[in-house]
């Protein structure tokens, strides 16, 4: 298992108390190939640098998680096919050890 980090901006038209539950549902695919979710944070609307589909705003979440590869570039492929969701990017956080 690998820990990853994804960051999601949800359209802003959305009711901002359903991004969290509705993000825990994708989630059940990592949690179904043995991984785990250990943070679902919604950071709430904040502007953009630039209009993504004609917006000035998004509603920014990040989720803290393991799973396999394949579970995450699942995970990725059908975010992307939810309309809602207008970018995601998922990152592989970098050690935090001091050697």
Do not use: C
């Amino acid at each position: 298992m690998r820990h990853y980090e994804l960051m999601v901006l949800v359209d802003p038209e959305v009711d901002e108390r359903t991004v969290e539950p509705t993000l825990g549902k994708y989630m059940e695919i990592v949690k179904k190939d043995g991984g785990s979710v250990e943070e679902i944070d919604v950071w709430g609307r904040r502007r953009l640098s630039y209009e993504i589909k004609k917006k000035n705003e998004a509603i920014y979440a990040v989720v803290n998680f393991h799973s396999t590869p394949d579970s995450a570039a699942e995970l990725d492929r059908l975010l992307r096919l939810n309309e809602t969701i207008m970018r995601t990017k998922i990152i592989r956080p970098e050690d935090q050890r001091i050697s």
